[in-house]
T-cell receptor, first 115, second 114 residues
Framework: GENVEQHPSTLSVQEGDSAVIKCTYS??????FPWYKQELGKGPQLIID?????GEKKDQRIAVTLNKTAKHFSLHITETQPEDSAVYFC??????????????FGSGTQLTVLP | NAGVTQTPKFQVLKTGQSMTLQCAQD?????MSWYRQDPGMGLRLIHY???????DQGEVPNGYNVSRSTTEDFPLRLLSAAPSQTSVYFC?????????????FGPGTRLTVT
């Protein structure tokens, strides 16, 4: 089955700096890679996702890049703000028309943005 | 819409007791799933359902049962609680269709088994 590794487990940055979280996956059939943000005491919430036919996707201050050859993808947050402090999870799955295999999650990264 | 709701928020059980964690969604989502979250291990899939009357096992199904009699509800049953089942449990739902869709998570149930 799929195995997703996520690094680092904790990350502290100064407000305004950038943060990068990296994930690798093992199953070459995986073609969908979402990122979830979990605030304290809440359930995870999707913030951005990327499909394998795209190398990069941006949404305001966040971006995700995908390298299919190396089987890794990364989350980039620019101009970090205190409200970005949370646990971030990467995930991977494979899907085809009419069906979807399950998401496999990474172990999570605790991001702390220092004022 | 309330989205995905879970009850209770907190629960303490003694070893060997049984209980049911409730999950409901009001978005008419066909796909529902249960995850457990443990420190350093991310979210692991316990059971999932692609529609009423259909359930299947995930990565860590042992010790848990599910059923899906309606589209809205997907309860998770612990048959005989063990300390290893101490965890935070999340229910999620999504549309089932032609591609991958966002999974909406509930607020979680924190379970402690003593």
């Amino acid at each position: 089955g799929e195995n997703v590794e996520q690094h680092p487990s904790t990350l502290s940055v100064q407000e305004g700096d950038s943060a990068v979280i990296k994930c690798t996956y093992s199953d070459s059939a995986s073609n969908y890679f979402p990122w979830y943000k979990q605030e304290l005491g809440k359930g995870p919430q999707l913030i951005i996702d990327i499909r394998s036919n795209v190398g990069e996707k941006k949404d305001q201050r966040i971006a995700v890049t995908l390298n299919k050859t190396a089987k890794h993808f990364s989350l980039h947050i620019t101009e970090t703000q205190p409200e970005d402090s949370a646990v971030y999870f990467c995930a991977a799955s494979s899907w085809s028309s009419g069906s979807a295999r399950q998401l496999t999650f990474g172990s999570g990264t605790q991001l702390t943005v220092l004022p | 819409n309330a989205g995905v709701t879970q009850t209770p928020k907190f629960q303490v059980l003694k070893t060997g007791q049984s209980m049911t964690l409730q999950c409901a969604q009001d978005m008419n989502h066909e796909y529902m799933s249960w995850y457990r979250q443990d420190p350093g291990m991310g979210l692991r899939l316990i059971h999932y359902s692609v529609g009423a009357g259909i359930t299947d096992q995930g990565e860590v199904p042992n010790g848990y049962n599910v059923s899906r009699s309606t589209t809205e509800d997907f309860p998770l049953r612990l048959l005989s609680a063990a300390p290893s089942q101490t965890s935070v449990y999340f229910c999620a739902s999504s549309v089932r269709g032609q591609g991958p869709y966002e999974q909406y998570f509930g607020p979680g149930t924190r379970l402690t088994v003593t």
